[in-house]
């Protein structure tokens, strides 16, 4: 049984007990305006020994409704929302004993029905997990409008965040064009990288998939992937001995804010042989056509902070970890909300 994140689990001092718990409750509506019924009547369920009103007495000081004042609610705190929750307890689950190379990223795309090419529709009217990983696959391309808009959009923020008046953290922006080359070398897929103007490789590595969260959002026009993969640096292959099986073109335009780097990306695929080539087919080789991709992701630019506030809660000592979910999932609707 796997262990769950629990973002209550946080030590209380007296002192920061609030008022709502120190307050002593008022007696029960019913207690106060209804006498005991006559011995004729049915019994009501005050009388009841499943339903008894409260005994105590109210208090003097019965104060008028202040909006500003109201309780989150009868029992306290107030609930976390059940798709933070969520997302918080896949996050602790897929995290533990893990490292620095690893790869947290959310994706805008659409959730579509292998069956039928249609994006996913539920009757559902608010954004819900998808948990049928079976039939469905996330396209992360947008439409160019879409890319352009958020690219003003972002831009725009950039501008703000570097006004004097701006109090808030601002976003640091970088334009890269980079190349990666895909090769399988003894069964195992490898990325070179490299950039485009200079020839520099910049990684080589692995990738393996931890784990996904999908989610569903009907009021706008984009959907969330939530990934988790490991990435592990290996030896460059020989690169004249092996032909790449996928090449694309990358022009990114970073944008970093905290923990975060918002990643607004063109990707070209040039048109490229499928698989290896049959020296003894009649005609030329089966090829994959040019592609052209607009991508957002939101990837966490620093990992080992969410994995250090994860290792907090497992020794139940104070921490961000909640806090740190819900702006990254809070990032992440916010831009889906502004999709055209």
Same mark, same amino acid.
């Given at each position: 049984m796997s262990e769950e994140y629990n973002p209550l689990r946080k030590r209380q &001092?007296? @002192?920061?007990t609030p008022?709502? $718990? &120190? &307050? %002593?409750?008022?007696?029960s509506l019913s207690a106060i305006i209804n006498p005991d019924p006559p011995e004729t009547l049915a019994p009501s369920l005050g009388t009841s020994p499943l339903f008894q009103p409260h005994q105590g007495s109210p208090p003097a000081d019965i104060r008028p409704l202040s909006l500003s004042r109201m309780e989150q609610n009868v029992?306290?705190?107030r609930p976390a929302e059940d798709i933070v929750r969520i997302v918080a307890d896949f996050m602790y689950t897929h995290l533990k004993n893990r490292t620095g190379s690893i790869e947290i990223e959310g994706k805008l795309g659409r959730l579509v029905d292998k069956r039928s090419g249609l994006r996913i529709n539920l009757p559902v009217g608010c954004e /819900? %997990?998808? /948990?049928d990983d079976k039939n469905i696959r996330f396209e992360s391309n947008m439409t160019v409008q879409q890319h352009a808009m958020f690219?003003?959009? #972002?831009? $725009?923020?950039? =501008? @703000?965040t570097r006004r004097p008046e701006f109090r808030g953290s601002r976003i640091e922006y970088k334009h890269t064009k980079?190349?990666?080359h895909f090769y399988r070398v003894d069964g195992t897929r490898m990325r070179v990288t490299t950039d485009k103007e200079s020839g520099q490789v910049l990684a080589v590595i692995t990738k393996t998939k931890i784990a996904d969260l999908n989610i569903l959002s009907p009021r706008t026009k984009l959907d969330i992937r939530i990934t988790i993969n490991e990435e592990n640096t290996v030896e460059r292959p020989d690169m004249d001995a092996n032909k790449p099986i996928l090449v694309r073109h990358k022009d990114r335009l970073s944008y970093k804010q =905290? #923990?975060?780097?918002? =990643?607004? /990306? $063109? %990707? %070209?695929?040039?048109?490229? @042989? #499928?698989?290896?080539v049959n020296p003894y087919?009649?005609?030329?080789p089966k090829t994959s056509p040019a592609v052209t991709t607009h991508e957002l992701e939101l990837e966490v630019a620093q990992p080992g902070v969410w994995l250090a506030e994860r290792e907090k809660v497992a020794l139940n000592k104070p921490n961000s970890f909640h806090e740190i979910t819900h702006t990254f999932l809070g990032n992440l609707r916010a831009l889906a909300k502004r999709a055209i």
């Open positions: &001092r007296a @002192e920061d008022d709502f $718990q &120190r &307050r %002593v409750s008022a007696a029992f306290g705190p /819900t %997990v998808y /948990t690219n003003k959009l #972002l831009n $725009q923020r950039v =501008d @703000e980079e190349i990666d =905290d #923990l975060w780097s918002f =990643d607004l /990306t $063109q %990707v %070209v695929s040039p048109e490229h @042989e #499928l698989g290896p087919a009649i005609g030329p």
